[in-house]
Each structure stands twice: as C-alpha cells, then as structure tokens.
T-cell receptor
Framework: GQNIDQPTEMTATEGAIVQINCTYQ??????LFWYQQHAGEAPTFLSY????GLEEKGRFSSFLSRSKGYSYLLLKELQMKDSASYLC???????FGAGTRLTVKP | DTGVSQDPRHKITKRGQNVTFRCDPI?????LYWYRQTLGQGPEFLTY????????KSRLLSDRFSAERPKGSFSTLEIQRTEQGDSAMYLC????????????FGDGTRLSIL
C-alpha cells in the first residue's frame, strides 16, 4: 500500500521562509513531485526529486531522503501569491498526499 | 501549446444518470491520466493511458467507471448510474512518456449529483 503524509495547514509571514514536510511509505518509488494548487484551480508542477539531496529552483527548493521516506519543500521570500495548497506526490502512477494549505500573512 | 482542456467545466445531474467527460491533452503528450479530487484532499489516481492503451486502473475505480482513448489523442471518462458520492472534481493530466516527466493538468470538470 501507499501512505503519504503532509501537515494539513501552515501559516507564515510575507518575506519569511517556510518548510513543508512530506513523509511517504510506498511499495515502489520512481521519484517525488511537488505541485502547487490555488483554490479552484488545477495543480501546477513545481519540482521533482529522484536522487537524495536538494534541488533548487529560484525561490523554491525540494529535498529528498529515500532511506527515510522524507521530502520537504522550502519556499523562500514568501509572497502573498504563494498562499495555496502544496501537494506532495510519489511517482508510481502518481499518488498524491492530501496537500498542505499554506496561508501567507502580511 | 494550448494546454490540457476539459469539457464540460461543470456538470449537474440527477442520481442514476450517466455522464461523460472529455479531455484533450497537450498534442505531443503520449500519456493521459484521470484523477478525482474532493474538497481538502489531493487528487486521487483513477487510471492512465499510454497512447491508446489503458495501462493502469485504480482498484478504487468501480465498474461504473470506464475510460477510453480510442485514437491515442483525446480521452473520455464515463460514469454510469451516478451516485451522490461521485460528486467531485475530475481532473485530467497529460505528460510525455517517462517517469520523470511532469504532468500538466486541465482545469477539471466539476460534477454535482443532485
């Protein structure tokens, strides 16, 4: 079976840094993806990790530890528009966690 | 690149009716996926196609659900004898072949069962 866990909600301040964690247990693993989904909109791709370590992409970075079944998404210099749900997904087919709803406050 | 398009955007129907949704993927994408999403949850995988072949189907998908991709381009998802629990957003996504290819999502079809 597969289990993907993320915190349900997080709040952070504009300009700050926030880390969204994801833990997973799967019977197979081909990569871990992060998607952003604004309310009422489709998910949009942010990043993926296949090997252990940190992948940086502008204000967004994602980290993976396969041995620990753990990933995080790091958002720097938070902006109000970053308020959204952040979905962690494991690539086997594509299985999504329930998402973390991030609220950025001024 | 016009993106993934889904039709209709909204569908309201009575319980027991059949509904069919259409998805047009990005033209060069071989893979096409269907998901269902309810409020506060992540997308739930339903099925996916590699060209016209349906390669995987979720065990959660009852036999009232059927999907086709006859020519390897657009796809349809049909739900027969709809039930209240079928109310959800139905998302379609497409990608190039390869496990590391990101999926591009359409805006979804919101189904409401009365």
């Amino acid at each position: 079976g597969q289990n993907i866990d993320q915190p349900t909600e997080m709040t952070a301040t504009e300009g700050a840094i926030v880390q969204i964690n994801c833990t997973y247990q799967t019977s197979g693993f081909n990569g871990l993806f992060w998607y952003q989904q604004h309310a009422g909109e489709a998910p949009t791709f942010l990043s993926y990790n296949v090997l252990d370590g940190l992948e940086e992409k502008g204000r967004f970075s994602s980290f993976l530890s396969r041995s620990k079944g753990y990933s995080y998404l790091l958002l720097k210099e938070l902006q109000m528009k970053d308020s959204a749900s952040y979905l962690c997904a494991v690539r086997r087919g594509m299985r999504f966690g329930a998402g973390t709803r991030l609220t950025v406050k001024p | 690149d016009t993106g993934v398009s889904q039709d209709p955007r909204h569908k309201i129907t009575k319980r027991g009716q059949n509904v069919t949704f259409r998805c047009d993927p990005i033209s060069e994408h071989n893979r096409l996926y269907w998901y269902r999403q309810t409020l506060g949850q992540g997308p739930e995988f339903l099925t996916y196609f590699q060209n016209e072949a349906q390669l995987e189907k979720s065990r959660l998908l009852s036999d009232r659900f059927s999907a086709e991709r006859p020519k390897g381009s657009f796809s349809t998802l049909e739900i027969q004898r709809t039930e209240q629990g079928d109310s959800a957003m139905y998302l379609c996504a497409s990608s190039l072949t390869g496990e590391l290819q990101p999926q591009h999502f359409g805006d979804g079809t919101r189904l409401s069962i009365l």
